[in-house]
C-alpha cells in the first residue's frame, strides 16, 4: 500500500521540523557557555588589572606587552589601553573562524540552522561570500598567528616554575601548563593544519614524513570539538584563578 504523508502542523515563529526531541537543548547550551565567556573575557580583557601574580601570568595577556609587572604599554591621561587589547585579537580572531566554532555559533545566536532537520526561520541563504562573513576565509592565517601565540603561552607555562625564591612548583604552574597542554592540542588539530601538512597533496605518500605529519593531525582533528571546548573553558579558568591569587582573594598552594 501506497502511504500517504500526513500534513504537519507547525507553531507560528518556531522552526519546521518533525523532531520530537529536545533539539533545541544543544544550541542552547552552546550560547550560554559562548555567551559566558564573552562576557567574561571582554571584561577581563577592559579592565587590564590582577593579571600577574609572580611568576604566573593570565593568558589572556600574553606576550606581555607592557613594562614591569604589568604596566600599561601605552598609558593616555585620560585613557590606559589594556595590554590584552594589542594581543587577543589573534587567538580571538582563530577561534570566531574557526569551522567548529563558526557552525556552533551559527547553530546558538543566528539559528541557520539551529539543528540537523530543523528548517530555518528566515529565507535566502548567501553562504560566506559577503561581508563580514567572507572574513571567514582568514581562518588559515589566523592559525599562524595562534601558533605563535601559543608559543608565548607555553614559554609562561615554563616560566611558571621559576618563582622569585627558586625553582618550584604551584598550583597555579599546574593550571598554566594544562592550558598550554589544551591550547596547544585545540591548535595543532585545526582542519586547516591537515590541510596544509598533506591534504593539499595529490599523493600524500610519495613524502613519508609529511604523510606522517597528517596521520598525526588527522587523528587529533578527530578530537577537535572536545580540544575546541575544553580549552576554552580552562583559559577563561586560567585567568581567574591568577586573578584571584592576584587579588588576595585566594593563596597559591606551592606543591614544592
Known amino acids: 500500500m501506497q502511504a500517504t504523508a500526513s500534513p504537519q502542523t507547525f507553531r507560528r515563529g518556531s522552526p519546521p521540523t518533525q523532531r520530537r526531541d529536545v533539539w533545541w537543548l544543544e544550541p542552547l547550551i552552546t550560547a550560554v557557555v559562548l555567551g559566558g565567556f564573552v562576557i567574561y573575557a571582554t571584561w577581563a580583557v577592559l579592565t587590564g588589572q590582577n593579571y600577574w601574580a609572580d611568576p604566573y601570568l593570565s593568558p589572556f595577556f600574553s606576550p606581555l606587552l607592557a613594562?614591569?609587572?604589568?604596566?600599561?604599554?601605552?598609558?593616555?591621561?585620560?585613557?590606559?589601553?589594556?595590554?590584552?587589547?594589542?594581543?587577543?585579537w589573534a587567538p580571538l580572531g582563530f577561534r570566531l573562524t574557526c569551522y567548529y566554532y563558526r557552525k556552533a555559533y551559527y547553530r546558538a545566536f543566528f539559528w541557520d540552522p539551529p539543528a540537523c532537520a530543523v528548517g530555518e526561520l528566515h529565507a535566502g541563504y548567501i553562504g560566506e561570500r559577503k561581508f563580514p562573513f567572507i572574513l571567514q576565509n582568514l581562518h588559515r592565517y589566523f592559525l599562524y598567528l595562534a601558533i605563535i601565540v601559543w608559543g608565548f603561552l607555553t614559554y609562561d607555562a615554563i616560566r611558571a616554575f621559576f618563582f622569585p625564591g627558586g625553582f618550584g612548583m604551584g598550583v597555579g604552574t599546574l593550571v598554566l601548563v594544562v592550558n598550554s597542554a589544551l591550547l596547544?592540542?585545540?591548535?595543532?588539530?585545526?582542519?586547516?593544519?591537515?590541510?596544509?601538512?598533506?591534504?593539499?597533496?595529490?599523493?600524500?605518500?610519495?613524502?613519508?614524513?609529511r604523510l606522517k605529519l597528517w596521520q598525526i593531525v588527522s587523528r587529533l582533528n578527530s578530537r577537535h570539538p572536545t580540544f575546541a571546548w575544553c580549552s576554552l573553558v580552562w583559559v577563561a579558568f586560567s585567568d581567574m584563578y591568577i586573578r584571584l591569587v592576584a587579588t588576595g582573594a585566594i593563596t597559591d598552594l606551592r606543591i614544592f
Not at 67 to 77: A, D, I, Q, R
Not at 189 to 199: A, E, K, Y
Open 184 to 209: 596547544g592540542l585545540y591548535t595543532f588539530s585545526c582542519h586547516s593544519l591537515r590541510h596544509r601538512v598533506g591534504g593539499c597533496m595529490d599523493c600524500p605518500s610519495n613524502s613519508k614524513p
Open 67 to 88: 613594562g614591569g609587572k604589568g604596566e600599561p604599554l601605552v598609558n593616555f591621561s585620560w585613557w590606559q589601553i589594556s595590554p590584552a587589547i594589542l594581543i587577543m
